[in-house]
């Protein structure tokens, strides 16, 4: 069955932590995404009240098919979580909601972004540098975990 036309049955709207189950099982099902313990209900609902109004769902007859969460420090944002079910990709949900995500971060005055990929995740490689955006070699990435579980 080939995905719905955009134009009449998709919805793009904030995402609450009502779209929690939804989410996980999405994120859990997308290859190149990989859920840790900050993805707990308990964080995610902490992250979407620090970042009012940054992060999206796009739904078609009520069912959740994308997901991407934004967030920013004051002076940078940072992008994680672009996921659209293999159902409904190829037809520009991903694309409309980086477009969203990125309107919502420049409403706060934020204007560069990140994000990060695990290297065998190349679909996401491509999809981000077609949208423009550029691979960094000149810093490196360090993780540290406060509290028993040190799995970065």
Sequence with gaps: MPPPNES???????????DYEDAIALWSESEGVRLRDADSREGIERYLLRNPGLSFVAEVEGKLVGTIMAGHDG???????????????????????????????????????????????????????NQGWAYRSDILLYSYVNGDNHNV
């Design 8 to 18: 009449h049955l998709m919805r793009y709207r904030t995402m609450t932590i009502n």
């Design 75 to 129: 002076k940078r944002g940072y992008v994680q979580h672009l996921s659209v079910a293999d159902s409904h990709r190829r037809v520009g949900i991903a694309t409309r909601l980086v477009s969203l995500c990125l309107e919502a971060l420049k409403n706060e005055g934020i204007l560069k972004s990140h994000l990060m990929i695990l290297p065998e995740n190349k679909a996401a490689q491509k999809f981000w540098a």
